[in-house]
């Protein structure tokens, strides 16, 4: 199993990305609202940020991260759901997409069995 890590610059594309992943299997995926370190600077009232450096990040001003436990077989088609939703990640402002290895995962099974209840105190 994989974490595999979307930091998407093109939110525009983030509800045919999310249908997109649906479709290929991959169901779960928890979305956070984030912005990135540049943005975050650019936003400081500090000489350490010049007005120039300020005037390169006043368009879109967040990202979304997305976070999904993935087999590793599913990675590929991530990949090619990823490329044909946000575009070629290697142009300026498209997104970041890298997994890192689980080896422990508790609770991501939707098929899981019931646990069994506690017996009952007498």
Do not use: H
Not at 56 to 69: H, Y
Not at 87 to 94: E, Y
Request: charged share 20%; aromatic share 4%.
């Amino acid at each position: 199993m994989k974490l595999m890590v979307i930091i998407l610059n093109k939110i525009d594309a983030l509800d045919y990305l999310l249908e997109g992943l649906s479709a290929a299997g991959i169901g779960g995926a928890t979305i956070i609202e984030s912005s990135g370190l540049a943005m975050t600077l650019s936003k400081l009232d500090s000489s350490f940020v010049s007005a120039s450096i300020r005037a390169l990040f006043s368009g879109n001003e967040d990202n979304r991260t997305i976070l999904s436990v993935i087999r590793n077989d599913q990675l590929e088609l991530a990949r090619k759901v990823v490329y044909n939703t946000v575009g070629d990640l290697s142009m300026p402002n498209t997104g970041i997409l890298f997994t890192v290895p689980i080896d422990f995962a508790e609770g991501i099974n939707k098929n899981r069995k019931k646990a069994p209840n506690p017996p009952e105190k007498t």
